[in-house]
């Protein structure tokens, strides 16, 4: 259970915990960051575990210039939301499955983790301390990013001697600067996104930088993002820059298979037991670029990007266009798991957490 953030051990001051909002243009809000009041930090080193952490001011941080994440990319990140109910409730979004993918990151990175139970109190914690960035209900969430980076001194290939794992949190509201308008995406068969051995199926941050290149160019001609196809044929849809891809035809709902390419995206997750819960024949398998052609429906899910129709892809100059209108499977999908991540919808699945 939290604690109210008065008792934590570090005893540091609140302030203006009062007053129930922050000073904030919610009408304004899309994916910038909006610093918060409060950050959570735990440090360890290479061969201990995580033992007792803290919130502070949120701030900058010292890091060594020799750090193992700013030298060799030692750093794997998460991102989960905060939501206020109508009735003034706060609620994660199984944040237990954040704390779980971290642990898996963690350990192909060759880091320590922190373990579930600490992964959520600090989620809390930094949630709670913040609670007056939250958006009212329906202008938005509070975006939670834990991270956890090799900080120790290293100068030869090595695993960081010492690893710090952090929490801040900033208001959000839509990812895409289209809002809610359908994505143009945008098939680029120069870059790949991650390859069989790669690390491709975890959320290091090295699978992030890469891919800049390859949304600035779609940007330039026009496009919301980049869908990436598999390194090894060039057939295969893996995912976009900063989600998972899904394509409906008919009652079929179907997602490229997880295969360690593939981000495991929770969102991506909970949206296949949604549609197999509504009835939808729901397939994790790899879909052929070809299968765009008749796809009735093409759609996005992440964290960050909710649940994204997708308006059109181009693929070698061709462009495919897919129905987008509201009343669509994309569309029933995205209300009931946001009713859930608001409260509007009963959770009968125990994937809320109240705080
Ligand atoms: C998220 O959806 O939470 C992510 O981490 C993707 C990121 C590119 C914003």
């Given at each position: 259970s939290l604690r109210h953030p008065s008792t934590y051990s570090n005893k540091i001051q609140f302030e203006n915990s009062e007053d129930e909002y922050a000073d904030v243009d919610w009408d304004k809000l899309g994916f910038g960051l909006t610093p918060t009041d409060y950050m959570y930090v735990m440090r360890c080193s290479k061969d201990d575990n995580f033992k007792e952490g803290r919130l502070s001011r949120y701030a900058n941080i010292e890091i060594s210039p020799s750090a193992g994440v700013l030298n060799y990319g030692q750093g794997i990140y998460e991102g989960t939301k905060a939501n206020r109910t109508e009735d003034g409730r706060i609620l994660l979004f199984r944040p237990d499955q954040n704390a779980t993918r971290m642990m898996h990151g963690a350990e192909r990175m060759c880091m320590p983790s922190p373990s579930i139970q600490q992964f959520v109190d600090a989620v809390k914690e930094t949630v709670f301390a913040n609670k007056r960035w939250i958006p009212p209900p329906g202008k938005g969430s509070l975006y939670v990013r834990p991270l956890l980076v090799g900080t120790g001194p290293i100068l030869?290939?090595?695993?960081?001697?010492e690893y710090t794992f952090l929490v801040y949190a900033s208001p959000v509201r839509?990812?895409?600067?289209?809002?809610?308008a359908p994505l143009n995406l945008y098939i680029?068969?120069?870059?790949?996104?991650a390859s069989p051995g790669?690390?491709?199926?975890?959320?290091?941050?090295?699978?992030?930088?890469?891919?800049l290149k390859a949304i600035a160019r779609a940007k330039d001609r026009g496009f919301s993002d980049v869908l990436y196809l598999d390194a090894?044929?060039?057939k295969y849809l893996e995912e976009v820059s900063s989600c998972n891809i899904f394509i409906v035809k008919g009652n079929r709902i179907s997602t490229p298979a997880i295969?360690?390419?593939?981000l495991q995206g929770i969102t991506r997750k909970s949206i296949l037991e949604i549609a197999r819960d509504h009835g939808y024949q729901v397939e994790e398998r790899a879909i052929p670029v070809d299968d765009l052609g008749d796809a009735d429906e093409v759609f996005c899910t992440g964290t960050a990007v909710g649940v994204a129709p997708v308006g059109s892809i181009t693929h070698r100059n061709r462009r495919i266009e897919f129905k987008t209108e509201s009343s669509l499977v994309w569309k029933e999908l995205y209300t009931t798991l946001v009713g859930l991540q608001t409260g509007r919808i009963e959770d009968k699945k125990g994937w809320t957490v109240e705080i």
């Open positions: 030869g290939l090595a695993p960081a001697p839509n990812y895409f600067k289209e809002g809610t680029d068969e120069e870059f790949v996104r790669g690390a491709g199926g975890v959320k290091t941050i090295t699978n992030y930088a890469p891919v090894v044929n060039r295969s360690g390419t593939i």
